[in-house]
């Protein structure tokens, strides 16, 4: 920790406790589903009970004969009341992209589509009403299975897009068919990263009150995005920008599940307007799994190509992906920010990627914590792990024979990213360190000796991750239809509190700490001066929200740049009130002293004060200490860490415990460890939920069968262990705090290094692969498969 | 419809009530506590905790006519009048038990209902007791830090107290 001029800490470092905690444990909280307006009224929403069927008739009439419904519409009857939602993503020439109506008119395309909705007086007037529409359908043939779904005579999710096709890119780095006929190795795998369910713990909820006098709209909405939610609400409903005030008060989480624009949003916006009173819509938790996005869903063929010693030479992935029934604001996009991640922190000389989006009658999927590295990351590090075991090394070796050094960065890998920086070797030995791995090791040989009931295994994952989505050059090079800049504006008060605008949209993340701590140290003043403002489109007009690990690298540079100016304009008139040259004074611990007579002084606050009085500026000068700023950085940020997973699995019944979970994560420089600690927490958790508990199952006709929280296995405190935790700190060399993100680092890392340690343990018995997650029925099964013995 | 007597964070509230509603929608839309909130339909996530009678129930999985004649205690009624946090929410702004805050109302009532059966649990035990309550944001590890920080301010607390002469 560095002190400043006059001896106080800098705040860049210190582990604040939060300033958002007051209001949330004591219950003063204002999530959306706590606004009542007078006059409000209720949506409820008919949602087709079929996957596949084309709607021959919609009869919302008997419900509006329900008490204290007000209105009812199917979706043909709001037809010319919409267009389509964003489709924000156009990842490759030939993607179809067909068009997506807050509610279908024509075919429902999976459960849970929206085909009706009633307006009521309460709640339960809304829903009872539902009971009364008239649904009829023709049933189709439910397209379920990816693969099948692309072979030809199949149903068609949408009728113009022949085998339910939506893209397929590829692309080639090096000359691949050369590396791997030189290789002495080829190894193959299929990887199934299964479909996930995010899971916020607050349900989604919007609110939409009219004014008509003015003809505008406020709309509070549980979303990451708010700026996202106003410019595209604009566009699918045809009502001026500046007419719609998006908010987004308390968020009960995210994870990627609120980062898009969704059919209610549409739907009460619109209904406001019609009716001309508020509407509240808020989603059960049946309803948030079967249609707020779902994450992943991809299969992974993959193939390296290496040589006797374990140099690796080559990796070609082949994937599939679903899109689910529509395509979501950035759904055809999450493979893509994975593509530059597959060849890991790993020195290939060759690499091929491929990827086909398929759609079929599922919930449609998005991005979820990670977005595309986590899936890349699983399939490196698992392979790199399969490699290891048939070159009989340890898995460790040969990622130490492989990876970039730390003297060798920045270094642009065979995907075409240059990496600013990293020290992977003091990370691994750090976790090696933490975890005891060469006694683990031993004590595995002997289990393995004994053929113990229960087996032990040690998973390692060494992740990178790029993150701080940004460059807008690179997002629309990409096929994005926005950029990635990010906007602050940094005021002094004239009383002396600064008061920091930020366009980015925290829902846990603890940004009104961690940036007033950034906007604290640049200005000289005092932590308890500064506030934070964001997630309005009227008080932060401008910005790009929170998604992407973006919020600091990005958000807080502009908060950077924004006092940057400040001090500069300060300096003017600071220079002009001590009749001295700008050049002649100094600038440390907000106080700007004449050189060689440090008595002489302004505060940055005094300054404001006589900024906002303005009797006595510097020639042409404007008053009032305010300055906006808004980055587009080049690049990414790239953190990196070695996770250490040790577990024993009961090779009879095929339960796995997680006996220890290691992580050593290098975010760059550290704002607040408090917080960076917690984000790796329940990274790790997210992470290790996908690789032991949780998955989406649907069955042949398309119904989700985990559809609440009894059956999709949300981990609770009892099913996880606490993780041993520590950092090393290479910093970012493409922002000036030197920072890196670190929201989806836990994620991407620990599910490969779960995965690798269950295989691990079941290596003796034949195991090559456990299909996650590693349920006690699927290592059974596995370890049955692998023995010859029945499924 | 029936008519109920709830006594909710020491005030004393008479309401007609649907027999169908359920006590945690009664608390939000009636009593306006709405710092008890709502996160599953199936009593899975725990998030509607609440004391009644002092035992911490799920309050999405009780009528607000089962409640009748009882005392209701909320997250808005756990600091002291003074304003001056209970231990519980203290030691879990200390920890840094909460990111998103939707689970922490539930977490929180769970957690005291815990230790008031277990002033000095053990990780297992304060994993095990606060197993009906999930969180998507902290991994957990904060919240056992902060249910283990209160538990010690707890048990300092009665030793002052025995210390203190008869």
């Known amino acids: 920790m560095t002190a400043t001029a006059e001896g106080r800490l800098a705040e860049v470092g210190q582990a604040r406790r939060r300033r958002e905690d007051a ?304 395509l979501q604001l950035l759904t055809t996009c999450i493979p893509l920010l994975g593509r530059y991640m597959y060849p890991g922190i790993y020195k290939f000389e060759a690499h091929d990627l491929s990827c086909t989006g398929v759609f079929t009658n599922k919930t449609p999927t998005d991005a979820y914590r990670g977005a595309g590295r986590p899936e890349a990351t699983y399939v490196i590090e698992r392979i790199m792990d399969e490699l290891a075991a048939e070159l009989g090394t340890d898995p460790i070796e040969l990622r130490r024979k492989n990876w970039i050094r730390h003297d060798e960065f920045p270094y642009t890998t065979v995907a075409g990213l240059e990496y600013d920086s990293g020290n992977y070797e003091a990370a691994t ?189 510097p020639e042409g000068a404007a008053p009032i200490l305010t300055a906006d700023a808004v980055v587009d950085p080049e690049t990414f940020s790239f953190p990196h860490g070695t996770h250490l997973a040790h577990v024993e699995v009961d090779t009879e019944t095929g339960m796995v415990e997680l006996k220890q979970y290691v992580a050593v994560d290098d975010v760059g420089k550290v704002v607040n460890p408090l917080v960076v600690e917690g984000q790796v927490h329940g990274g790790v958790a997210q992470g290790i939920a996908q690789a032991l508990f949780e998955g989406a199952v649907y069955d042949e006709d398309g119904n989700l069968l985990t559809g609440t929280l009894v059956d999709y296995l949300v981990p609770s405190a009892a099913d996880l262990p606490s993780f041993t935790t520590d950092r090393t700190e290479t910093p970012s060399t493409t922002n000036p705090l030197g920072v890196k993100g670190v929201g989806e680092a836990g994620t991407i890392a620990s599910t490969p290094a779960v995965v690798n340690a269950v295989v691990d343990a079941l290596r003796p018995l034949g195991v090559d692969d456990v299909e996650m997650p590693c349920t006690p029925m699927h290592v059974w099964q596995a370890i049955g498969a692998a023995s010859g013995g029945a499924k | 419809m029936p008519r109920i007597s709830v006594t909710v964070d020491g005030v004393r509230h008479e309401h007609d009530v649907e027999p169908r509603v359920l006590l945690v929608h009664y608390l939000r839309e009636r009593v306006g506590k709405v710092g008890t909130v709502v996160g599953c339909d199936t009593s899975n996530c725990g998030a509607c905790t609440v004391l009644v009678d002092g035992e911490s129930v799920k309050s999405c999985s009780v009528l607000a006519v089962q409640a009748d004649g009882s005392e209701v205690r909320t997250i808005e009624g756990l600091a002291a009048e003074d304003g001056g946090l209970h231990p519980l929410q203290q030691a879990f702004h200390e920890c840094h038990a909460l990111q998103c805050g939707y689970c922490t109302p539930g977490m929180i009532m769970a957690a005291v209902d815990l230790l008031e059966n277990n002033p000095e649990p053990s990780e297992q035990e304060i994993r095990e007791g606060l197993e009906g309550n999930l969180c998507r944001c902290t991994g957990y590890q904060n919240i056992v830090r902060a249910v283990q920080l209160a538990a010690k301010a707890g048990s300092r607390e009665a030793e002052a107290h025995e210390e203190v002469p008869v």
């Open chain 1, 23 to 326: 209001h949330l444990i004591t219950g003063r909280t204002l999530w959306t589903d706590n606004i009542t307006l007078p006059g409000m009224l209720h949506l409820a929403i008919f949602r087709s009970p079929v996957a596949h069927a084309t709607i021959t008739n919609v009869d919302v009439s008997p419900a509006r004969q329900r008490q204290g419904v007000v209105a009812a519409f199917s979706g043909a009857d709001l037809a010319d009341d919409w267009g389509p939602l964003p489709m924000a993503w156009t990842v490759s020439e030939d993607q179809k992209s067909p068009p997506h109506f807050p509610l279908t008119a024509d075919k429902a395309r999976f459960v849970g589509d929206g085909v009706a909705v009633v307006a009521a007086t309460s709640r339960e007037a809304a829903v009872d009403a539902l009971e009364a529409i008239e649904f009829d359908f023709e049933t189709l043939p439910a397209v379920v299975d990816m693969e099948a779904a692309l072979g030809d005579g199949l149903a068609l999710v949408h009728d113009d897009v022949p085998t339910n096709r939506c893209f397929t890119w590829r692309e080639s780095h090096g000359d691949y068919a050369a590396a791997r006929d030189r290789a002495e190795v080829v190894l193959n795998r299929r990887f199934v990263n299964q479909r996930l369910i995010p899971s916020a713990i607050e349900p989604r909820s919007v609110v939409v009150q009219p004014s008509p006098a003015t003809s505008e709209f406020t709309l509070w909405s549980s979303t990451q995005v708010p700026h996202f939610v106003q410019i595209f609400l604009s566009l699918t409903c045809g009502i001026p920008q500046q007419s719609i005030r998006v908010i987004a008060p308390d968020v009960g989480g995210g994870f990627g599940s609120k980062l898009d624009v969704y059919a209610e949003e549409a739907l009460c916006l619109t209904l406001a307007q019609k009716l001309g009173v508020p509407v509240k819509w808020t989603e059960t938790r049946s309803e948030n799994c079967q249609v707020t996005i779902h994450g992943r869903d991809l299969l992974q063929d993959v193939e390296i190509a290496a040589m006797r010693d374990g140099t690796v030479l080559g990796l070609k992935v082949d994937l599939t992906a679903n899109m689910g029934a529509y």
């Open chain 1, 429 to 617: 030995a750090r976790a090696l360190e933490l975890l005891g791995y060469d006694e683990l090791r031993a004590e595995q040989e002997r289990r393995r000796a004994r053929g113990d009931v229960v087996q032990l295994g040690i998973g390692v994952s060494t992740y990178t991750e790029m993150c701080g989505l940004a460059p807008s050059r690179w997002l629309g090079k990409e096929g994005y239809v926005a950029g990635g800049w990010e906007a602050a504006t940094v005021r002094v008060l004239p009383l002396g509190k600064v008061e920091v605008v930020t366009g980015t949209s925290p829902h846990g993340q603890g940004h009104e700490t961690t940036f007033a701590q950034v906007a604290a140290d640049a200005l000289g003043v005092a932590f308890d001066d500064v506030v934070v403002v964001h997630g309005d489109t009227r008080t932060a007009p401008l910005g790009l929200d929170t998604y992407g690990s973006r919020s600091l690298a990005v958000g807080g540079m502009a908060i950077v740049r924004a006092s940057e100016k400040i001090v500069e304009k300060a300096r003017a008139l600071a220079a002009h009130q001590l009749e001295c040259d700008p050049d002649d004074l100094e600038f440390a611990g907000g106080r700007f002293s004449v050189k060689g007579s440090p008595d002489t002084t302004k505060t940055i606050q005094e300054l404001a004060f006589a900024s906002f009085v303005a009797h006595d500026l």
